[in-house]
């Protein structure tokens, strides 16, 4: 154990409010950071040409390195300067997000295939009985897309995620415990309220960046606004989703300063209600023995397995684990999904889950945390309020099932089984090529190519406003240049409602379960008992989660990207198959947590006729029985949750 720092005189860094806000703020630009990774992933899936599981692996990535390293948090504890290594782990997250952007610097320019891109190349993309310019610019594109560069991308943001990961550990655990340690008892509570209302705010934040940031496009920093022809409506755009880990780095940078200024203990605050429980301190003659860092480890098994051992413990964290994985696959991909099945841009997408889905899903959070202390709610009490609010979020998000689009007709891709149109053999088009036009008949065609068009109508930009004399066009023969969509964004708001419900009423469940495992496990037992849980949380839950939930995606690609003869991302989904099988693993998890909730109420209600757990004098909980025995054999002694 280190020798105390000797007193010193009150100061900004020898203030434990100046400490809450501090770590607030770090906390904020931290979740910010996760919060934007997650609003950025489908706009990376697409610069980089990765699938929605792969894109799932790297969302899921920075739980690696924290999981590997959080067991020890527990070990190490007050043993070391703790605001030291919370502003080293706060710089470690500022290197990681600045190797984030790194891709963005070392690759060439965003190559969103074949189209009309310059007035000096008029006829690109265009339906050509005779094209022989065609394979040069392939050629060169593939050299770009096959440079060391290139290639080195999604190893770095893998990298970068896991070092975010790494850097993340001390932040939160030595944060709090800092702070309840030189806190007032009074105050501590306080402090943790503000600490966390403050840092709920944080992902819904980086959504809400990710949304701005979208909106400009990838290469503004290459190209002139003249050479940027794509717009945000344009299904081969991409953001300048680089952008914001730049600032997200700078914010952790300044908020990581501060930390290596204040000292590893502080006068503790003052409070009436420490001045009268110095005297029971006196009792405490003999410190806790402090283990060795080889002897928790031999513990750490043990006290584990002692902890999972408890029923009620158990089925709790499972419950939780269902409602987690449901929450790390539906942050991660929500949006894609939303700007998908209701064809809307990425960043409104983002917008939607950034400023509706979290911030309902933060207020069900804090009123289920009011509900718990208005009512002073029991273990077993607290179960039925979580199955309860789990029943409603069902309820609410069943019809999401059936509020959704079909999937637009493309010629030669959907629906399935129909065969390129014939007219447009002899064009010549490129296999890989990807510019959707949606023909004055309603159908969609991957390119002006395939819907045989031969000539174009520009602005004066030189933007492309209209493709003519289409041979594979009904009706008046000609194609705009854009997707023919789903048509039925009008359904977007009721789904949305649902959403929002769905989050409000399911994350009333969150305090009361965390409460749950608090009061299961003896008071000895509870650091360990929450770093189990969230040990778990992570290996069952947001390690697997996104990659299920981008695997579960991929089955429903009708139409995969080629580049350089190797698959890319989806160009289109099974609209259908897509709302069925993602919300309905959605469900899955629901039901997972539904079902956990209900074994649990059902052991608190058989246990020695109907126990309840009621709190002890000594701030410890007991079980004792809500009516009288009526047989020895019924009377419960010391039982044990």
Not at 184 to 204: F, K, M
Not at 328 to 345: D, H, N, W
Request: charged content about 15%; hydrophobic content about 40%.
């Amino acid at each position: 154990m280190g020798v105390p720092d000797p007193v010193r005189p009150k100061g900004l860094f020898n203030s434990i409010k100046f400490f809450v806000f501090c770590h607030s703020l770090l906390q904020l630009s931290q979740l910010l950071v996760s919060g934007y990774m997650k609003s950025s992933i489908t706009t990376i899936e697409r610069r980089y040409g990765l699938s929605s599981q792969k894109s799932g692996v790297l969302a899921a990535f920075n739980e690696v390195g924290n999981t590997v390293l959080i067991v020890f948090v527990s070990f190490f504890g007050s043993r070391v300067h703790r605001p030291r290594f919370i502003g080293g782990g706060a710089l470690l997250a500022g290197v990681a997000s600045l190797l984030m952007a790194t891709p963005h610097f070392l690759s060439g320019k965003y190559d969103y295939g074949h189209d009309i891109s310059s007035s000096s190349d008029n006829s690109s993309g265009l339906c050509q009985s005779e094209s022989s310019s065609a394979a040069p610019s392939s050629n060169q594109s593939c050299q770009e897309h096959e440079s060391p560069a290139q290639q080195v991308a999604y190893p770095l943001l893998l990298l970068a995620q896991l070092l975010l990961g790494v850097a993340s550990v001390p932040i939160q655990p030595f944060g709090i415990s800092y702070i309840d340690d030189h806190a007032s008892r009074r105050n501590s509570p306080l402090y943790l309220g503000i600490l966390l209302a403050v840092t709920s705010i944080g992902p819904a934040l980086g959504f809400i960046t990710g949304a701005f940031m979208q909106r400009f496009y990838v290469d503004f920093d290459k190209l002139t606004k003249d050479q940027i022809v794509l717009d945000p409506k344009d299904l081969r755009w991409v953001g300048a989703w680089w952008l914001g880990f730049l600032v997200a780095s700078c914010l952790l940078f300044i908020t990581a300063m501060p930390y290596f200024f204040f000292p590893r203990t502080m006068t503790k605050e003052d409070s009436a209600d420490d001045v009268e429980s110095k005297p029971d301190s006196k009792q405490q003659t003999k410190p806790p023995q402090e283990l060795s860092l080889l002897q928790f480890l031999k513990s750490f098994p043990r006290i584990a397995l002692r902890t999972l051992r408890t029923p009620v413990y158990l089925l709790v964290v499972l419950a939780q684990v269902n409602l987690a994985a449901l929450l790390s696959g539906l942050a991660t991909f929500m949006a894609k999904f939303i700007e998908k099945q209701f064809s809307q841009t990425t960043s409104f997408s983002t917008m939607m889950i950034g400023g509706v889905g979290i911030p309902m899903a933060v207020v069900g959070t804090v009123l289920g945390g009011a509900l718990m202390r208005r009512f002073n709610l029991s273990v077993s009490s607290s179960g039925k309020v979580c199955t309860v609010a789990i029943l409603l979020g069902m309820f609410f998000a069943m019809p999401m099932l059936l509020i959704g689009c079909p999937t637009q007709t493309v010629a030669g891709v959907f629906p399935p089984g129909t065969r390129p149109p014939s007219c447009s053999y002899d064009c010549r088009c490129p296999q890989e090529a990807f510019n959707p036009v949606c023909g004055s008949d309603g159908v969609e065609f991957r390119s002006p190519c395939h819907a045989g068009c031969s000539s174009v109508q520009t602005d004066a930009n030189n933007k492309v406003t209209n493709y003519t004399e289409c041979r594979c066009v009904g009706g008046l023969g000609f194609a705009l240049p854009r997707t023919c969509g789903s048509r039925c964004s009008h359904l977007l708001k009721p789904f949305m409602v649902l959403l929002a419900l769905t989050s409000f009423i399911a994350a009333f469940s969150q305090t009361p379960s965390y409460m749950m495992i608090l009061r299961s496990v003896p008071p000895e037992d509870k650091s360990l008992a929450v770093g189990v849980q969230y040990m778990l949380f992570r290996v069952l839950a947001f390690m697997p989660g996104p990659v299920l939930y981008g695997s579960v995606i991929d089955t429903t690609c009708i139409l995969w990207g080629r580049k350089c003869g190797k698959t890319t991302s989806c160009l289109y989904y099974n609209l259908d198959r897509f709302r069925e099988r993602f919300l309905g693993l959605q469900v899955v998890f629901v039901c997972g947590g539904l079902l956990c909730f209900l074994l649990t109420v059902v052991v608190l209600r058989r246990r020695a006729g109907r126990p309840e757990l009621q709190p002890e004098s000594n701030g410890g909980y007991e079980l004792v029985n809500e009516h009288k025995p009526t047989d020895n054999n019924k009377e419960v002694n010391g039982t044990k949750t």
